[in-house]
């Protein structure tokens, strides 16, 4: 059906780059959003950056300036540059669907299986 692969994850010094990498494939049929959410242990799952179809961005303010989130409409990929990296920012960073998939007239949504970022200090 649908399957989010996440790649770029790791373990990086404070200061630090990553770039993820999502890649959303099966029978999407019209995208809606797509981004990128965090989780830390004993924390709430939280909306890092999001991309819509039409290419307008919703960052959380946390990350303002450091990260920039862009996507690859034909390939429906989509991208988290992350920059300046700090130790709060360690958490496992879930990739987000929400489109039209199989012909159904309704949107679902969807989630990667998750790649971890550890940012030492």
């Known amino acids: 059906q649908v399957q989010l692969v996440e790649s770029g994850g790791g373990l990086v010094q404070a200061g630090g780059s990553l770039r993820l990498s999502c890649a959303a494939s099966?029978?999407?049929?019209?995208?809606?959003?797509m981004g990128w959410y965090r989780q830390a242990p004993g924390k709430q799952r939280e909306l890092v950056a999001a991309?819509?179809?039409?290419?307008?961005?919703n960052y959380a303010d946390s990350v303002k300036g450091r990260f920039t989130c862009s996507r690859d409409n034909a390939k429906n990929t989509v991208y988290l540059q992350m920059n300046s990296l700090k130790p709060e920012d360690t958490a496992v960073y879930y990739c987000?669907?929400?489109?039209?998939?199989?012909?159904?007239?309704?949107?679902?949504?969807?989630w990667g299986q998750g790649t971890q970022v550890t940012v030492s200090s």
């Open positions: 991309i819509t179809s039409v290419g307008s961005t």
């Open positions: 099966g029978s999407i049929f019209r995208v809606d959003v």
């Open positions: 987000y669907l929400r489109a039209f998939v199989g012909g159904r007239f309704v949107l679902d949504d969807y």
